[in-house]
């Protein structure tokens, strides 16, 4: 971390902000789109499996790329996993 120059550790930061800001936005779309699926007349404990179901989907992923990062380099990865949620 102390070898990086001033630059780089900015554009990094702003690929994490960036990253994290993706990560929320998913998660809000979730919440937003179950009015929406409600107006479907679905059950009420449905919506719920709908949130639960993509809270555990997301996690899983994230283990998954965690252990993809340790094998191979984590640049990849992240640049993957940033296209596939993006």
Same mark, same amino acid.
Request: positive net charge; glycine residues 4%.
């Given at each position: 971390y102390e070898?990086?120059?001033?630059?780089?550790? &900015?554009v990094?930061?702003?690929v994490f902000c960036s990253?994290?800001?993706?990560?929320?936005?998913?998660?809000?779309?979730?919440?937003v789109s179950l009015p929406s699926v409600k107006d479907l007349h679905f059950a009420p404990g449905t919506?719920?499996?709908? &949130?639960s179901a993509y809270t555990l989907t997301f996690a899983s992923f994230m283990l998954i790329a965690g252990t993809l990062s340790d094998i191979f380099h984590p640049k990849p990865i992240f640049c993957l996993g940033f296209l596939f949620v993006g």
């Open positions: 070898s990086l120059s001033p630059i780089r550790k &900015l990094l930061l702003g990253a994290q800001f993706f990560d929320v936005f998913n998660a809000s779309a979730v919440l919506l719920q499996w709908i &949130l």
